[in-house]
């Protein structure tokens, strides 16, 4: 079944709220994107389960797109600390290919949504909160590093986002400044994505009942839609994220993560 016009402009719109995002909190936008594309694909016949993990595959391919045109507008105004970067992401690829070739296939029924609601109610809360860290406290050395670059990849895997709601309120908790740790987890949104996309598709290439124009999991109408809009945004969400004050950026991303939560918990288990 073709898309239809609105459908179209709906993937759209959410590409330049997704773009926006990332630009703005570091959280690749997908967590924005996988509930409502996956009401378009369920609109399009697709069975609930298949149509919230081709979402979230589909998500993620975004975010390969997305994360560029993030990064290189933080990296401008020096906010990226590559040092991080290249600590972190022998960690993101293993996890994320743990998750997107292993876990994610296995896991069924409603399970996935309700992780993804349950991930993104804590990160929140860690931001709301606001808990200041120790003055003392510090980023853990390499070997750490590359264990929680390990988890990062695979909840990112699971939820199909770039990772941001797991590593900026982690990189904060350490005493990075909130400015730094949403370039910085814009950065790693694209090993994030690459990683977890290639699983993705990979382990969808024998799933039965994939709608046309598939990619395995990743739906390329969708992300032909979402990614050219995107792109745009992005820079805007960064001057916008530099321009804000810290404890204000802090709120604005924990109460956009509490509404996401809410509304996938409750689209899950209704």
């Known amino acids: 079944m073709p898309l239809e016009p609105m459908s179209i402009a709906l ?3 959410l590409g330049l709220l997704g773009g926006f995002m990332a630009g703005l909190l570091g959280i690749g936008g997908g967590m924005i994107l996988v509930p409502f594309t996956s009401a378009i694909l369920a609109a399009q016949g697709v069975g609930a389960e298949l149509a919230l993990k081709m979402a979230i595959a589909t998500s993620m391919a975004t975010i390969v797109f997305t994360s560029i045109s993030s990064v290189r ?3 401008r105004r020096g906010a990226v600390r590559w040092d991080l970067v290249r600590r972190l992401a022998p960690g993101i690829v293993a996890g994320a290919a743990l998750a997107s070739l292993g876990a994610f296939a296995l896991i069924k029924g409603p399970a996935l949504g309700v992780v993804f609601a349950v991930f993104v109610f804590f990160s929140g809360t860690q ?3 606001n808990k200041k860290p120790a003055a003392t406290r510090q980023l853990p050395g390499t070997a750490g590093l590359a264990g929680m670059g390990g988890v990062i990849g695979f909840l990112s895997g699971l939820v199909g986002a770039g990772g941001g709601f797991v590593s900026v309120p ?4 350490c005493n990075v400044p909130i400015h730094q740790a949403v370039a910085t987890s814009a950065a790693l949104g694209f ?4 990683a977890n996309t290639a699983g993705y598709v990979a382990g969808g290439q024998s799933v039965g009942g994939l709608p046309a124009w ?3 999991y990743v739906w390329l109408p969708a992300l032909a839609a979402i990614a050219s809009c995107s792109v745009l945004m992005a820079p805007l969400g960064v001057r916008a994220a530099h321009a804000l004050p810290v404890g204000k950026l802090k709120r604005v991303f924990g109460l956009v993560l509490y509404a996401l939560g809410a509304y996938m918990l409750h689209k899950t288990l209704s």
Do not use: E, N, V
Request: aromatic share 10%; no cysteine.
């Open 73 to 75: 507008a933080h990296h």
């Open 11 to 13: 993937l759209a719109l």
């Open 170 to 173: 982690f990189m904060t908790w």
């Open 127 to 129: 931001m709301l909160l």
């Open 214 to 216: 598939s990619l395995g």
């Open 191 to 194: 090993p994030i994505a690459l």
